[in-house]
């Protein structure tokens, strides 16, 4: 998912929300018209319900695909805010394949830092699930951290294949 956003979005302005449910519950998505701007479990309080733009529209449906079983990688505009650091951490967590997982002190080594560092760039990711920070794990290899609780975090790697579901 490259991030083909090339005009900034304004920052007050309106954006557009459509909620999806899910096997894990109602997740929020939220578009500025022509990028996916945040995903998140929480409802945004905001924005504007009218007309979805097209690519807010293609964001529920590959989102369902995912839900479904029938996607595995998503290919949608994304708009990322954050510090160059955070940045290459999304960037280096797209790169980690569907039924794939990476360890924080992995994460971390490849895109510089600490894995604490990667951790707290992970627990900020705006863009869940699109971005998926889901498939980091600690060093040991345990289920550790995730904006949108640890149950969910093990739901979708059950989805994704990496864990058994008659592990836990």
């Known amino acids: 998912m490259a991030d083909r956003h ?6 007050f302005g309106p954006q557009y929300v459509a909620s999806l449910d ?33 690519v807010l529209t293609e964001a529920l449906t590959q989102l369902r695909s995912y839900f479904a079983g029938r996607r595995r990688k998503f290919d949608l505009p994304l708009y990322r805010v954050g510090s160059p650091y955070r940045r290459r951490v999304w960037g280096r ?3 980690v394949p569907f039924g794939g997982v ?8 490849a895109v510089g ?17 699109l971005v998926p920070c889901h498939r980091v794990l600690g060093s040991d290899g345990l289920l550790t951290g995730y904006a ?4 969910r975090k093990k739901w979708l790697l059950e989805h994704e294949g990496v864990l058994p579901k008659e592990l836990f």
Do not use: M
């Open 22 to 54: 899910t096997p894990i519950g109602k997740l929020w998505v939220e578009s500025d018209g022509s990028a996916i701007v945040r995903v998140s479990f929480e409802n945004p309080g905001r924005g504007r319900h009218a007309k979805r733009p097209k």
């Open 113 to 129: 830092g600490a894995a604490r560092s990667a951790g707290t760039a992970c627990a900020v990711n705006p863009l869940l699930i």
């Open 6 to 11: 090339s005009k900034e979005p304004e920052l």
């Open 148 to 151: 949108g609780g640890l149950w």
């Open 102 to 109: 990476i360890t924080y002190a992995e994460l971390s080594a």
């Open 93 to 95: 967590l797209e790169q």
